[in-house]
């Protein structure tokens, strides 16, 4: 048993480059519960989880360059299980199979704020609220950034100049590759998760050539993965979806535009008014 665990580990270590292996606590009681734990957790040749039912440890293997430990267990949690760091929502515990509703144990959540020693002024807690709010914005404005660069992106090609729009997707791509995933709230962290690799590949090949045609190829289904970054992000302004229904043969495609009057960056100049907005986001 120990050659063939042994053997296991290796073949998960090969498969998953730059492997880093951690053993933590995840809570649960049975076979239904582990299923749904490595189910979770587990991510095809960048993180691999295997939980025991007997002992509630688990074992994380993952790509360290890609993932970390805190990514891996804000996904388990999200499927209704607790660790010592991240507590499941109460009501995805609450519909979990009564067989998996395993005991809670009493624990505070991870909180991205440092302990100081309390002081015996009364402004103490107001000063606490200033660095938590603080800590709050500037995870905000990692996603912020992203949304400002993409339209910067947009802008340019209404000017269909390709030399302007490599440059703007660029500075996209930089913001893309500055957010630091695991400070983004937990909704923003699943969307940012399923969206970051196409972002990050389009924003490349739009940077990379200066071809308007290739670059608007690559705008449409990187405005379908930032309309999704959008809708659960704290933008400080109104965004509209906007549609144009003569790109891609007459599939259409949409953007994003911080205004209502159309201005379409399928098409520039040729037809700068032709589309409509279909949603207001707030």
Same mark, same amino acid.
């Given at each position: 048993?120990?050659?063939?665990?042994?053997?296991?580990?290796?073949?998960?270590?090969?498969?998953?480059?730059?492997?880093?292996? &951690? /053993?933590?606590?995840?809570?649960? *009681?049975?076979?239904?519960?582990?299923?749904?734990? =490595?189910?979770?957790? !587990?991510?095809? %040749?960048?993180? %691999?989880?295997?939980? +025991?039912?007997?002992?509630?440890?688990? /074992?994380? /293997?993952? +790509?360290? #360059?890609? /993932?970390?430990?805190?990514?891996?267990?804000?996904?388990?949690?999200?499927?209704?299980?607790?660790?010592?760091?991240?507590?499941?929502?109460?009501?995805?515990?609450? *519909?979990?199979?009564?067989?998996?509703?395993?005991?809670?144990?009493? #624990?505070?959540?991870?909180?991205?704020?440092?302990?100081?020693?309390? $002081?015996?002024?009364?402004? $103490?807690?107001? +000063?606490?609220?200033? =660095?938590?709010?603080?800590?709050?914005?500037?995870?905000?404005?990692?996603?912020? @950034?992203?949304?400002?660069?993409?339209?910067?992106?947009?802008?340019?090609?209404?000017?269909?100049?390709?030399?302007?729009?490599?440059?703007? $997707?660029?500075?996209?791509?930089?913001?893309?590759?500055?957010?630091?995933?695991?400070? @983004?709230?937990?909704?923003?962290?699943?969307?940012?998760?399923?969206?970051? +690799?196409?972002?990050?590949?389009?924003? =490349?090949?739009?940077?990379?050539?200066?071809?308007?045609?290739?670059?608007?190829?690559?705008?449409?289904?990187?405005?379908?993965?930032?309309?999704?970054?959008?809708?659960?992000?704290?933008? &400080?302004?109104?965004?509209?979806?906007?549609?144009?229904?003569?790109?891609?043969?007459?599939?259409?495609?949409?953007?994003? !535009?911080?205004?209502?009057?159309? %201005? *379409?960056?399928?098409?520039?100049?040729?037809?700068?008014?032709?589309?409509?907005?279909?949603?207001?986001?707030?």
């Amino acid at each position: 048993m120990v050659a063939a665990f042994v053997l296991l580990s290796i073949t998960i270590n090969a498969q998953i480059k730059n492997s880093k292996t &951690e /053993t933590v606590k995840i809570y649960g *009681n049975c076979g239904m519960c582990e299923s749904k734990i =490595e189910k979770a957790g !587990s991510i095809k %040749k960048i993180a %691999k989880v295997d939980w +025991n039912q007997e002992t509630k440890m688990a /074992t994380l /293997t993952y +790509n360290s #360059k890609k /993932t970390n430990q805190d990514e891996i267990l804000k996904r388990i949690a999200l499927a209704g299980y607790d660790s010592d760091k991240f507590l499941a929502p109460d009501d995805v515990y609450n *519909n979990l199979h009564g067989c998996c509703q395993y005991d809670r144990v009493a #624990k505070v959540p991870v909180k991205e704020t440092t302990n100081t020693v309390a $002081s015996n002024e009364d402004h $103490s807690a107001h +000063n606490n609220h200033n =660095e938590v709010s603080a800590i709050e914005n500037q995870n905000d404005n990692q996603i912020k @950034l992203v949304i400002d660069n993409y339209f910067l992106v947009k802008d340019a090609l209404i000017t269909s100049d390709g030399n302007a729009v490599t440059t703007a $997707s660029k500075g996209l791509l930089a913001a893309i590759n500055n957010v630091k995933m695991e400070k @983004l709230d937990m909704n923003v962290h699943m969307v940012w998760m399923k969206v970051v +690799n196409q972002l990050k590949e389009d924003a =490349e090949h739009i940077s990379d050539t200066k071809d308007v045609k290739h670059q608007r190829d690559h705008f449409v289904s990187l405005s379908a993965d930032m309309y999704a970054l959008i809708k659960v992000s704290k933008y &400080e302004k109104p965004v509209y979806y906007q549609f144009c229904p003569m790109y891609n043969n007459g599939k259409g495609a949409n953007w994003l !535009s911080q205004e209502n009057a159309v %201005k *379409n960056p399928y098409y520039g100049s040729m037809m700068l008014t032709c589309g409509k907005t279909v949603e207001t986001i707030k």
